[in-house]
């Protein structure tokens, strides 16, 4: 589902020193994998995290998700293939304020090949916002607000769920909640997982659980 072989990423500062941030020779997840990585905060996670995604791109390397070489394509080829395969669920949340739960949820597959209105009502009320629907993000808490970023990364039924940080601005019954539908949802549509935290008890509950210094390999 996702290979990855020597992948390196580096940053300008405003003095115009070059910072290299990500150096990774090989990863990859099989088909329905589900992964969860342990990293600090600024140890390059979230940039890991939007490569895979083709937000960012790379200095050097190769990114395939489901046959497709990321690396390859033209920015509005990977906007298509985040619509068509890539769920992500941001630690910001980057919900559009001026659109209700159910539409921000609807936008997750507007643009892909699952458009199902029912499905967004449903996972929104999977996730307890089933009388949430028609608020505004300015309506709902910010732990609301992660669930509503949760089910919608999940509309487009993705081969590919990237989960930065997802449950970190939830309390513990609804991080726990929130996390079971995750891993929940991918199971039932054989998607593949990974998850970056630095919460041991979100980390705990993965069988595959690797540190992230170890596949970056900075010198």
Do not use: W
Not at 44 to 71: C, N, Q
Not at 97 to 115: C, D, I, S, W
Not at 186 to 201: F, G
């Amino acid at each position: 589902m996702l290979a990855i072989t020597d992948l390196a990423k580096s940053f300008v500062a405003p003095d115009g020193r070059r910072t290299e941030i990500l150096r990774i020779p090989q990863f990859g997840l099989a088909a329905g994998a589900q992964v969860a990585l342990r990293g600090a905060s600024g140890s390059g996670k979230t940039t890991f995290l939007h490569l895979i995604a083709g937000i960012l791109t790379p200095d050097t390397g190769r990114i395939v998700v489901d046959g497709v070489e990321v690396t390859a394509l033209r920015e509005s080829q990977r906007d298509r293939l985040r619509a068509d395969k890539i769920g992500y669920i941001f630690q910001t949340f980057n919900l559009l304020q001026g659109f209700t739960a159910l539409e921000n949820v609807r936008l997750g597959h507007a643009f892909g090949p699952h458009a199902d209105r029912d499905h967004a009502r449903h996972l929104l009320e999977r996730v307890g916002l089933g009388s949430k629907l028609h608020h505004f993000p300015r309506q709902l808490s910010t732990g609301q607000q992660q669930r509503v970023a949760v089910a919608r990364a999940l509309a487009s039924r993705p081969k590919l769920v990237l989960a930065d940080e997802p449950t970190g601005n939830l309390d513990r019954q609804h991080a726990m909640e929130a996390l079971t539908l995750i891993r929940s949802v991918c199971a039932e549509n054989k998607a593949a997982l990974l998850l970056v935290s630095h919460d041991e008890s979100v980390l705990e509950r993965f069988e595959d659980r690797r540190e992230f210094s170890e596949i970056n390999r900075l010198p």
